[in-house]
Every structure is written in structure tokens, then in C-alpha cells.
């Protein structure tokens, strides 16, 4: 979405913060921080142990590092996987009776013709179509989270060919909501 994820993109200062894979470059990491008079519950000041198996693991922090080192000297990308992802969502948009959410480069296709915009309203989908819709997807290559209230994103990996097959899976889907 952005160099600062969300928070950068809607101008947010969170009292805490969670992070995790980018961290890791594709290895297991995370990390959370956040303003110092909630910090001060950890240890050593504070009685709240943290710890984990993988914590401070140098070769996933020195992966991360090289990944988030990467995307700040090509923040282009942003603005190109934001403009696919745009497009794409758009045509589905044409396409189907369905609603879509987008924010940057992630999207949902939930199964009803109602806006989606808190949990009850995602609930209210129809699950059997989005059952029916992601294996008439994974039949043609496409591989969609295999739930209906999860994300998918879109990668600087993913092709306008890939794209264009999502939308055409959109199209060819018997839609009766």
C-alpha cells in the first residue's frame, strides 16, 4: 500500500503497531511497537514477559532489511501495483453483480450486491457462490484466499495476463446473487 502501510496511507499514529512478513523478507518475523507508556509494560521495566522462538533471528532480519531496503529505492511500485490492482478491480466491478473493496493493491470480492464496510455486513454474503467462485478460479489457475472474508493482494509478480485471467474468471462465473 505503501512504504508505512496503512498508517502512512490514511495519515494514522496508532497506539500499536503489529508487523510481519515484510519484515522478513519471506522469512518468519515480526515485530510490534508503539507509544512508550504502553512499551513500558514489557520487561525489563514493566511485568509483561514477550519473547519467541524466532526473535531477533539474524537471517530473517538481515533478509528484511534487504527487502525493505529494495522497495525504498523503487517506491514506483506502489503507485504501479495500486494502479493494476485499480484497473483490475474496475472490470470485476463491470463484470460481476458483486461488491468489491479495494485499498492499495489488496481487494475482496464479497458475494452480495449490498457495500461491505464493517464484519456483519461481509456475513450477510452468499458462501455457497464464493464456495462455487473460487473453484471455478482454481480451475483456471487462479488461486484466491479460500475464504470469503480474506484478502487477496496483488504482487508486483502478478502479470497483466494474470490480471486479465482473474477478469475473465469474473465474467465467465454464473453469477445469481
Do not use: I, K, N
Given at each position: 500500500m505503501a512504504p508505512g502501510g496503512a498508517?502512512?496511507?490514511f495519515s494514522l499514529k496508532p497506539d500499536l503497531t503489529c508487523l510481519g512478513k515484510i519484515m522478513g523478507g519471506g522469512l518468519?518475523?515480526?515485530a510490534f511497537g508503539g507509544r512508550a507508556d504502553i512499551m513500558e509494560y514489557l520487561a525489563p521495566q514493566g511485568s509483561v514477559y514477550?519473547?519467541?522462538?524466532?526473535?531477533g533471528n539474524p537471517l530473517a532480519v538481515a533478509a528484511g532489511t534487504a527487502v525493505l531496503s529494495w522497495l525504498d529505492s523503487h517506491r514506483h511500485i506502489y503507485d504501479e501495483l495500486e494502479t493494476k490492482?485499480?484497473?483490475?478491480?474496475c472490470e470485476m466491478q463491470k463484470k460481476a453483480p458483486?461488491?468489491?473493496?479495494?485499498?492499495g493493491s489488496a481487494f475482496t470480492l464479497f458475494h452480495c450486491t449490498h457495500t461491505v464496510e464493517n464484519?456483519?455486513?461481509a456475513r450477510k454474503q452468499d458462501r455457497e457462490s464464493f464456495s462455487r467462485f473460487w473453484n471455478h478460479c482454481r480451475s483456471r489457475g487462479v488461486f484466491l484466499p479460500p475464504s470469503p472474508f480474506e484478502t487477496a493482494f496483488i504482487s508486483t509478480a502478478h502479470t497483466d495476463?494474470?490480471?486479465?485471467?482473474l477478469i475473465q474468471c469474473v465474467d465467465e462465473f454464473s453469477w445469481n446473487l
Open positions: 498508517q502512512e496511507l518468519p518475523a515480526a514477550q519473547a519467541g522462538t524466532l526473535s490492482t485499480a484497473a483490475a478491480v458483486a461488491y468489491v473493496s479495494r485499498c464484519a456483519a455486513q495476463a494474470d490480471m486479465e485471467t
